[in-house]
């Protein structure tokens, strides 16, 4: 067993200021003017410390009455020896019976959990020893009712029962720890992926787990049981639309850059227009909108002698998807330095929701003799 620790506190004499807290020999504390009711029975307070007049040779019988050095203090009275059935340890006489720091025999303390009874340590009242430590079988998680009955990792030992502290199993329907929401109604579960069931006594499809998201406000469609969710709280969507019941809706109004990446422009049936001898010096123009031919044509840079241009350019910027989806021509110019540009062909690209989703995407322009085969490469990025 553990030996009991004897705290000493030192008086302090401090004139003016209030009354120092106290640490009494028991364990507790009261203020040094507090009186009898301050200190743990048979203890009395006598300035800032607990002292038992029954024994203690400087407060004996009342605080401050100082027994003659090589007399006892026994029963409250200066004695040459000590009266039966005290018996003297260094200058006290204690009941080797009951005495918790002389139990049994004279420097046999007892651990600050133990009381001493009948010369013997124990432990203390409303305390069980378990596997030789004194437990509060009322509140130790490890021994809770009694010795060796631990409770779980999520649960605390509440008058000597084993109570839960969250909703530790989402799937029983149970409303685990008594907070009046049960599985994914309680925050407790949210994030948690469960199996979940097909209603109507519908079954999966064969090989097909269905699972589903504990959310904040419960369960989100059951998967595999129905149309697939293409969005939740913990899958959202790709920008430029939005999650309305379950399902990815595009919105039109939302607008958007457009970058033009890079190109792939196979010479004209018949060689076109290009410059004689040499690549063309390409560039691109772009218009966009319901109203394109007062729409600004917006170009790339002009690139030398290149059939396959990289630009990795923003072209258009903050035009609605519904601009975009309307109307949207690019045409491919031969640079001329002297001469007039030529225009080499033209096309209008067609868009379905799925571009505007952040990726680079190759458009292809219909094959005519003057766009044979014309790629593009597109993103549409939010500014």
Excluded: K
């Excluded at 203690?56 to 200066?78: K, Q, V």
């Excluded at 651990?111 to 009948?118: I, L, R, V």
């Excluded at 209008?348 to 190759?362: C, I, K, N, Q, Y």
């Amino acid at each position: 067993m553990l030996r009991r620790l004897v705290f000493v506190t030192a008086a302090l004499l401090v004139l003016g200021c209030d009354a120092e807290v106290i640490r009494t020999d028991a364990g507790t504390t009261g203020p040094s003017d507090g009186g009898e009711e301050e200190c743990a029975s048979p203890r009395t307070v006598c300035g800032s410390q607990c002292v038992d007049l029954s024994s203690d040779t400087r407060h004996c019988g009342e605080c401050n009455e100082r027994c003659d050095d090589g007399a006892f203090c026994s029963m409250g009275a200066c004695q040459t020896s000590c009266a039966s059935p005290r018996t003297a340890c260094g200058d006290a006489c204690v009941d080797l019976a009951t005495s918790a720091d002389h139990c049994g025999d004279c420097g046999n303390a007892c651990a600050a959990d133990e009381a001493c009874a009948m010369g013997v340590c124990s432990c203390a009242s409303a305390l069980t020893e378990c596997g030789g430590a004194c437990v509060d079988t009322q509140t130790s998680s490890g021994h809770c009712g009694e010795c060796d009955n631990a409770c779980g990792a999520m649960q605390i030992c509440d008058a000597g029962s084993c109570e839960n502290t969250v909703e530790f199993d989402c799937l029983d329907g149970v409303d685990d720890d008594g907070d009046g929401l049960t599985d994914c109604e309680d925050p407790d579960c949210e994030g948690t992926t469960r199996m979940c069931t097909c209603s109507g006594g519908a079954e999966p499809p064969p090989g097909v787990t269905p699972e589903e998201l504990c959310e904040s406000t419960g369960w989100s469609e059951c998967g595999p049981c129905g149309p697939p969710p293409e969005c939740s709280a913990a899958s959202p969507c790709d920008y430029g639309f939005s999650c309305v019941s379950s399902e990815c809706v595009f919105e039109p109004s939302t607008v958007f850059d457009l970058v033009v990446v890079s190109a792939e422009i196979p010479r004209p049936v018949g060689g076109g227009d290009w410059d004689t001898g040499s690549g063309p010096d390409v560039f691109a123009s772009l218009r966009v909108g319901p109203m394109m031919e007062s729409a600004p044509e917006l170009t790339t840079s002009r690139l030398d002698d290149d059939y396959f241009p990289s630009w990795n350019e923003t072209i258009i910027r903050s035009t609605s998807a519904a601009d975009f989806r309307t109307y949207t021509r690019v045409d491919i110019w031969d640079y001329d330095l002297l001469n007039p540009n030529d225009l080499i062909g033209a096309c209008t690209l067609t868009f379905a929701t799925t571009s505007f989703d952040g990726s680079e995407r190759v458009f292809t322009c219909p094959a005519t003799a003057e766009t044979p085969g014309w790629r593009l490469r597109l993103r549409f990025v939010q500014p």
